[in-house]
Structure formats: C-alpha cells, structure tokens
C-alpha cells in the first residue's frame, strides 16, 4: 500500500529555517508529481508548492516564493521542502502528497496523502 511519511516538522523561530522531508513507498515515485500543502488552525488546506516527475519543473503558491524550494530524490523515493525566512504565518500542519498530472495545485488532483507534520514558527 502506498505510505508517505513527512519528517523534520518543529518549534522554529520568526526569521529561521527549517526543512521537511516525505519519504514515499508503495508506489513508483518517479512517475508522480510531488506536492506540498499546509493547513493552519481554523483554515482550509491551501497549496504550496509542487515538483515534476523528473523535478525539472517546480510551481509555488505566492506567499513562498523565494523562501521556499521543493526538491526531490527519484532513487531514495523522497521529496523535500526547505523553508526560510519563516514567518509566523507559515504555522501549520505540512502534509506532501502525490498526483498524476503536473503542474497539480488543487488537492482534488492528488491521490496520495501523508499524515502531515507540524511546523510551528513563534514571533
């Protein structure tokens, strides 16, 4: 059965760095596209950012460019997000997800769920 595992979710400060990891079984990796997405206390799941199959092309939601980078490892099955510059508005449940079709910015499109990791940024 497919199983994905996000890791390295934390306590961070306001300005500090942090990055999360997906470890995928179960599937074959390199044929989905990649994407993570976040869901904050009281709000709905919104998207991040995702990766191709082949990670030569990557797509962020606004409020993470240039802080964000989503990269992946087709071998190891695994997908990363390294964040920077956090804000306090970055605070949420992380959860990466796999789909079909690149680019895939809506959770309808994925199939895929993990259970989601909690990264906390303090002002």
């Known amino acids: 059965q497919v199983q994905l595992v996000e890791s390295g979710g934390g306590l961070v400060q306001a300005g500090g760095s942090l990055t999360l990891s997906c470890a995928a079984s179960g599937l074959v990796f390199s044929t989905f596209t990649m994407g993570w997405f976040r869901q904050a206390p009281g709000k709905e799941r919104e998207f991040v950012a995702t990766?191709?199959?082949?990670?030569?092309?990557?797509f962020y939601t606004d409020s993470v460019k240039g802080r964000f980078t989503v990269s992946r490892d087709n071998p190891k099955s695994t997908v990363a997000l390294q964040m920077s510059v956090l804000k306090p508005e970055d605070t949420a449940v992380y959860y990466c997800a796999a789909a079909a079709k690149f680019p895939a910015t809506n959770g309808i499109e994925y199939n895929f769920w993990g259970q989601g990791t909690q990264v906390t940024v303090s002002s």
């Open positions: 990766i191709s199959r082949n990670g030569g092309s990557t």
